[in-house]
């Protein structure tokens, strides 16, 4: 598991001591092709790296229908938020698109983790927060998108 995590781009620059911290933690999961990996509103089992095959996040909106809201490949992950809000239930839902291998690296787990190495937690969260706000302004292109497209 080491060596996949030293892969993953978002545990690029941490210590050898802190990615084995985390190879300890962390479990291999197995999805085949649409399968469902958790759905909105299940509780959070933790972060989730995809190291191999293709995970579809979705949501369903109301007259709508399913939303694609994000395709995650290889080095990929998902699940962070659960590991910033205390509300440990999941806000969409993941779904194996191609067979998927990933690393689940329990919320528990990683949190305390983090309690324990504070400069593991600082990279991590740092990191999360930037993908999230990356997520952010890409969620509030496509509503500017849909809000002009409403107009006409």
Do not use: C
């Amino acid at each position: 598991m080491y060596d996949a995590l030293s892969r993953v781009p978002l545990f690029d620059g941490l210590t050898q001591a802190q990615i084995a911290r985390l190879a300890r933690i962390a479990s291999e999961r197995l999805y085949g092709s649409g399968e469902l990996i958790f759905r909105v509103g299940d509780p959070s089992e933790g972060l989730f790296i995809v190291l191999e095959g293709t995970v579809k996040i979705t949501r369903s909106i109301t007259d709508v229908g399913e939303e694609t809201l994000a395709v995650l490949r290889t080095g990929q992950h998902f699940g962070e938020m659960s590991l910033i809000d205390d509300d440990a239930t999941r806000s969409a839902t993941a779904t194996a698109h191609h067979r998927v291998r990933a690393l689940l690296l329990p919320r528990r787990d990683l949190r305390d983790l983090m309690f324990v190495d504070r400069e593991l937690a600082h990279d991590l969260l740092w990191r999360f927060v930037r993908r999230l706000t990356r997520r952010v302004r890409e969620t509030n292109d496509r509503l500017a998108m849909l809000s002009g497209s409403s107009k006409f």
